[in-house]
């Protein structure tokens, strides 16, 4: 019997459906009445101007927030119906997965079979892993000495504010909402300048799931307005951020005044070593994956390739094949697996990190430059022979930019691995268990993937170590985050 494979369809850009803050479950301008437009990578065009918010709005925002903490139908509502509430925005998510995916697609640059297979499965996985958390948050009772019952409670932690950025706007919400309702707090958000779109939509269907006014709050603007009012408000309990180090740095400082519970997800420089008796194939295809995926915008790409002396030659051959097969093009198209770099600012400073390499000695085996004249295109760029201290092996550049760097034996790259200020993933390929485990366990990293790259599941906790941020997101881990711990300790006498 013959079968037919369909071809993935082509996408459409949806309708823009939403623009403005959501306070206290109303639509709104901004206090100033101003916007700012949000662009579409592919084409430099404008795709719509969205309210721009900033302190006054962020202060009206944490009004509504701590009024459904302490007062609002949310403060009183069973841990069980938030679940039930979570479960039915995943649901509602998941009817609308094309046009969210398709929206991630125009605001974003990323390409459309990345956003239906990738971006959207993983947010609605991770808002039902969370909605299942919500009933199972539970304290302790603990032996005391004396004639004393003691015991624990997990409690909100009251009114969070969420700053996220633009590489995966979407399930960057979904990684920060899920602990966060799961725990029984409320939230105001600042989505990236870059990616306010999706966020937007997401929210209207929270409100469609009928989540209560003030539990989820969203205000989009820039980081040194918005952001940084959000950061510095006496009346909120805790900032999560993901971003780059230096705006973490930033906020550490600004919300010393007001000794705000911190979480950070920060960048990486993270090393995949391929070692000699590795499959060698599948190595390469999960160098390029490593690397390549997401136009290279992953706070955990594998940007430092160690590669082992004896297969560098064969390596490489086979890596540059397939980086330069790379389909580069419209994103909306089913077949395309590059888009464009979210906007000028990351495409100048790509662009400079490849100039950089060339000057520093980096043999540049293919890509180097800009992708056509329209949009914010870099080509997929591998260098190799690169060295431990140049630029390119240091600095997190957030592009289609790989490091190839060749190594003798084991002590020597878990060394060489270890030498980052960052630690939040790494990668080795081998098929020696021995050697993959004193791997795992000699660097100082918060991921390890062995044979693998980027396997992401919401019960696996994810984050860094060093300056790759400071707490895990995903998993039961998170659930910390959102939550105080309040010992009760009562007489029987
Ligand atoms: P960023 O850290 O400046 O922006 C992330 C978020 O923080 C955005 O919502 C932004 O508006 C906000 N923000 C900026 N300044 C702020 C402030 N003073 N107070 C409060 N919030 C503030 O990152 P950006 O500028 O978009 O990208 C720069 C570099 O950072 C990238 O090239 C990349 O290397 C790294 N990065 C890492 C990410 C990761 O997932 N680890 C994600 C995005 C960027
Ligand atoms: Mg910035």
């Given at each position: 019997?013959?079968?037919?494979?369909?071809?993935?369809?082509?996408?459409?850009?949806?309708?823009?459906?939403?623009?403005?803050?959501?306070?206290?479950?109303?639509?709104?301008?901004?206090?100033?009445?101003?916007?700012?437009?949000?662009?579409?990578?592919?084409?430099?065009?404008?795709?719509?101007?969205?309210?721009?918010?900033d302190k006054a709005d962020i202060d009206r925002a944490v009004k509504a927030a701590r009024?459904?903490?302490?007062?609002?139908?949310?403060?009183?509502?069973?841990?069980?119906?938030?679940?039930?509430?979570?479960?039915?925005?995943?649901?509602?998510?998941?009817?609308?997965?094309?046009?969210?995916?398709?929206?991630?697609?125009?605001?974003?640059?990323?390409?459309?079979?990345?956003?239906?297979?990738?971006?959207?499965?993983?947010?609605?996985?991770?808002?039902?892993?969370?909605?299942?958390?919500?009933?199972?948050?539970?304290?302790?009772?603990?032996?005391?000495?004396?004639?004393?019952?003691?015991?624990?409670?997990?409690?909100?932690?009251?009114?969070?504010?969420?700053?996220?950025?633009?590489?995966?706007?979407?399930?960057?919400?979904?990684w920060k909402w899920g602990p966060a309702l799961a725990a029984g707090c409320t939230i105001?958000?600042?989505?990236?300048?870059?990616?306010?779109?999706?966020?937007?939509?997401?929210?209207?269907?929270?409100?469609?799931?009928?989540?209560?006014?003030?539990?989820?709050?969203?205000?989009?603007?820039?980081?040194?307005?918005?952001?940084?009012?959000?950061?510095?408000?006496?009346?909120?309990?805790?900032?999560?951020?993901?971003?780059?180090?230096?705006?973490?740095?930033?906020?550490?400082?600004?919300?010393?005044?007001?000794?705000?519970?911190?979480?950070?997800?920060?960048?990486?420089?993270?090393?995949?070593?391929?070692?000699?008796?590795?499959?060698?194939?599948?190595?390469?295809?999960?160098?390029?994956?490593?690397?390549?995926?997401?136009?290279?915008?992953?706070?955990?790409?594998?940007?430092?390739?160690?590669?082992?002396?004896?297969?560098?030659?064969?390596?490489?051959?086979?890596?540059?094949?397939?980086?330069?097969?790379?389909?580069?093009?419209?994103?909306?198209?089913?077949?395309?697996?590059?888009?464009?770099?979210?906007?000028?600012?990351?495409?100048?400073?790509?662009?400079?990190?490849?100039?950089?390499?060339?000057?520093?000695?980096?043999?540049?085996?293919?890509?180097?430059?800009?992708?056509?004249?329209?949009?914010?295109?870099?080509?997929?760029?591998?260098?190799?022979?690169?060295?431990?201290?140049?630029?390119?092996?240091?600095?997190?550049?957030?592009?289609?930019?790989?490091?190839?760097?060749?190594?003798?034996?084991?002590?020597?790259?878990?060394?060489?691995?270890?030498?980052?200020?960052?630690?939040?993933?790494?990668?080795?390929?081998?098929?020696?268990?021995?050697?993959?485990?004193?791997?795992?366990?000699?660097?100082?990293?918060?991921?390890?993937?062995?044979?693998?790259?980027?396997?992401?599941?919401?019960?696996?906790p994810f984050g860094g170590f060093k300056m790759s941020g400071i707490g895990r997101e995903?998993?039961?881990?998170?659930?910390?985050?959102?939550?105080?711990?309040?010992?009760?300790?009562?007489?029987?006498?």
């Amino acid at each position: 019997m013959a079968t037919v494979t369909q071809k993935p369809k082509q996408a459409k850009a949806p309708n823009i459906r939403q623009t403005q803050l959501l306070i206290d479950g109303e639509w709104v301008d901004a206090v100033s009445g101003k916007t700012f437009a949000t662009i579409n990578p592919a084409t430099e065009e404008k795709i719509a101007d969205v309210a721009e918010g900033d302190k006054a709005d962020i202060d009206r925002a944490v009004k509504a927030a701590r009024k459904a903490f302490e007062t609002g139908p949310w403060s009183k509502m069973d841990a069980r119906d938030r679940g039930r509430l979570m479960n039915k925005l995943a649901d509602l998510v998941e009817a609308n997965l094309e046009e969210l995916a398709a929206l991630e697609t125009l605001d974003n640059g990323k390409p459309i079979s990345d956003s239906r297979a990738a971006d959207l499965p993983l947010v609605i996985d991770c808002l039902r892993y969370y909605a299942g958390w919500a009933d199972k948050i539970h304290g302790e009772t603990i032996p005391v000495r004396g004639n004393f019952f003691s015991y624990t409670l997990r409690e909100p932690l009251g009114v969070v504010g969420q700053i996220i950025p633009w590489n995966f706007p979407l399930l960057m919400v979904a990684w920060k909402w899920g602990p966060a309702l799961a725990a029984g707090c409320t939230i105001v958000m600042k989505p990236a300048e870059q990616t306010p779109l999706s966020c937007l939509r997401m929210a209207e269907l929270a409100m469609e799931a009928g989540f209560p006014p003030g539990v989820i709050n969203i205000v989009p603007g820039y980081g040194p307005t918005a952001g940084a009012a959000l950061v510095e408000h006496p009346d909120v309990d805790k900032i999560a951020f993901t971003g780059e180090h230096r705006t973490a740095q930033l906020i550490m400082t600004n919300a010393a005044q007001t000794l705000k519970r911190l979480t950070f997800e920060l960048g990486g420089k993270s090393p995949n070593v391929i070692f000699a008796d590795a499959d060698l194939d599948a190595a390469v295809a999960g160098a390029e994956f490593g690397l390549f995926f997401n136009q290279g915008q992953c706070c955990c790409a594998g940007s430092r390739v160690f590669v082992q002396q004896d297969v560098h030659e064969k390596f490489v051959e086979k890596l540059v094949s397939r980086a330069s097969n790379r389909k580069l093009g419209d994103p909306f198209d089913p077949e395309t697996t590059q888009g464009p770099q979210v906007d000028e600012a990351q495409f100048s400073k790509i662009l400079s990190y490849i100039e950089k390499g060339r000057q520093g000695g980096a043999e540049c085996l293919t890509g180097g430059e800009r992708f056509g004249d329209k949009g914010f295109y870099v080509q997929p760029t591998v260098f190799n022979n690169v060295t431990d201290d140049m630029e390119i092996a240091t600095d997190e550049i957030f592009g289609p930019v790989m490091s190839i760097l060749p190594f003798k034996d084991v002590d020597e790259v878990v060394e060489r691995s270890n030498k980052s200020m960052f630690g939040l993933a790494a990668a080795v390929w081998t098929r020696d268990v021995g050697k993959a485990h004193h791997f795992a366990k000699s660097v100082r990293a918060g991921t390890i993937w062995v044979n693998c790259y980027d396997v992401f599941d919401a019960a696996a906790p994810f984050g860094g170590f060093k300056m790759s941020g400071i707490g895990r997101e995903l998993g039961e881990a998170a659930l910390a985050n959102y939550t105080e711990l309040k010992t009760v300790t009562m007489s029987l006498d």
